[in-house]
């Protein structure tokens, strides 16, 4: 990227605009997202060996093409190591050592072989992708901290496939953990009425109740039936499996804390091209079931983005200093409208009304007629300078470099430069006689339609859709139209650029 301080318009920075606009951006995007906290809301998948976990995982993330990130159960790729799926910005596999808290990421999903060299105890895989839905928002969970919480789906190992750990705890044994925001328990059609997953099923209820495994808002669960390539049978499946739940929670004394929504799906064969839309969303707004009331509409990356920016720090508050900045381009307005009127610099003086004086007098007569005309002007470099955001607010690159003050800064430097001229051209006025608008035309006129072609240019347009429509807006509203209209100016300049120097004007 070149010349950041550079006119927008020069052909030496021709098409940066985007690009200075668009790096940073990212670079506030960067900062923000780096809020999230630690703490997270996990939601363990379980059920039998090739009930259809991964099938399921695979389904959700299906959009994103992240095939060879994820594991296949009809092929080597299985599940050996539970597999973490959570939000990030970018998809990533990462290979995580929980003991000693380190990670290695993967370039692809490894093999059931590979994955069994290590202990499933220890060592478990992560998968982190930019699917909205894992991001939960500023939600309260256990603690009160504030930030970003992210969901985490833990994809365990089927418990009769020989790689998951048999113990009474259903804590130890990977059904369950003591901080849960949801459970999802897969079963194929044909196993609904099965006995093999009852006890295991029992334990989680039983540990819930005992307070061992904790949950938000009840113990919810979500059975989700595979394999259920007939709609007839749908509400029958349903109905059996609600009853057998219903037997399970009653034995585990849990009747008034719990919460189930059941299922069913065929996702078909791995080359069919099936839409499972409704049952991704169906499945998304059942194990975020327990925070709905806390996030209402904040969840997902963006609106929790919104939130941060809506409860930033008072030193953080940005609106004081646009406001400024508004002032400004309106002072600048007011002084390039007054700087020629009625197609003269120094109006109703000529050179008639001059005669007889000194030259002194003339250039101090001219100077007193013109500055009532077009008002007293400050340099504006401290001005500008004293809007300057510290370096640490996040939107410091965009405000202070790459856009906002870069802009601003453009724009009344070509009006600083005009006054100064002006000042140089009055105090040169000649001590021959001279047709005083004739020589200060041919002194200026460049110059002025220089500023008034830059100052009123799409970015002082900008500034003018923010002073109309922004007056008792919150923060977040203010920040959100400030990115967007500075990507679309950014765009504009570009074009603008390309299309002068394709028409020879650059």
Known sequence: MQNISGEAGDPEVLMDNSLLVKSAIEDFEEKMVAKFVDEMALVYIIGAFSAGKSRLVRELLRSYNLAHL????????????????????????????????????????????????????????RLEVPESALSLGDVSLISAEEGLKRLVMKDMPGWNSGDSFVSENPLTSGLVHDNNLSLVYVVRAN????????????????????????FYNNVNVVVVVTRCDDVAEFEGIRTRVTEKMDRLVKEAELEDEFNLTVLCVDFGKESEKRDHSVFIADFWQAILKPIEADNGSSRGASASLAKQVAHWKPEWDIRSKLASSLQLLRAAKTSIEGFKKEGEFILHLNSTRLMGLSVEQKRKKIAVAWKKQAGEWQHSSEAVKSLTLAKDHPLALWWNEHYWLRGLSLKLQKVDRLFAKMEETVAAFPEKEVELQGFFTDKMEIAYVEARGSLFSSFYWVGEALENRLKGEGQDKVVATLLSLSIIDAKYSDYRNLFDVVEGKK
């Open 70 to 125: 994820l594991p296949i159960s009809s092929q080597d790729r299985q599940s050996a190591l539970p597999l973490e799926i959570t939000y990030s910005d970018k998809a990533c596999l990462k290979q995580i050592d929980i003991k000693n808290t380190t990670e290695v990421e993967l370039k692809e999903y490894p093999s059931r072989q590979a994955q069994k060299n290590y202990d499933s105890q220890r060592h478990c895989l």
């Open 191 to 214: 196993g609904v009425d099965g006995q093999d997953d009852v006890d295991r099923l029992k334990a989680v209820f039983v540990a819930a109740e005992d307070g061992e495994a904790y």
